[in-house]
């Protein structure tokens, strides 16, 4: 009886061009199209940006909404919770501060009876990792998202003011967003305002963010006397005493500064 021969089996080559890019790399290039928007992406403008079909573009949405690694805002898109906490996007806040923190802010609010925030870096963002407001709090923008540009707000500017490596990478965008009449938008106009930041050690943004609202910021500075987050008050711009609001918010944020140099 005549032996039968076994069919050689060729390994498959690990080096063959890839001709389509997969669901992985699909994914990658929407989450990068989120990373660097200021607020929330629609499914259109992801479509036109990442060259994505609609459908194929809703479906990883869908799964990356449902791995928190992107979020459903409105009509938009953001990173998710889960993206940014596996960035290290809140890695500018010095570990264990919160407890040093708060008692700042709980003042702060008894004192001005306005909202506080607390901000931290997000790529080109401000992040508000801490927020305190009454029933009256002022309506903005970041309600809902605890997050706003940096170029428009008090967080932001303070944030850029004394963040050289920060400053530098949103200043190489040359124009800035404009978002009310206010908003400043040149290039030697935010420099301008940043140099009176570092100046005077307070930012302002008045109506530059929200229509309405004015706000006040300072810089915190951790160990190494490196800036690691800003404090910042928001009020109804037509009532609020901002010369009176900044002597607060800097008096807190040098106090927490203090604190945290000492640890």
Known sequence: MPTQTARQVQPESDDRPITQPGSLERGIDILLALSVASHPVSLAQLCRSTGLPKSTAHRILGVLCSRELAMRVGNGYLPGELLESMAGITRARVPGTRTVVLPYLLYLYETTRQTVNLAVPSGLEARYVERLYGHNRVQSRSDGLDRAPL???????????????????????????????????????????????????VAYSQEEFTEGVACVAAPVFGPGGRICMSLGVAAPAHAAPLAKLGISVRGAAQAISATLLGM
């Open 151 to 201: 170029h428009c707000t008090a967080t932001g500017k303070a944030l850029l003011a004394f963040d050289p490596k920060l400053r530098e990478e949103v200043l190489a965008r040359g124009t800035f967003e404009r978002l009310t009449r206010r908003t400043i938008i040149s290039l030697a106009g935010l420099e301008r305002e940043l140099a009176q930041v570092r100046r005077y050690g």
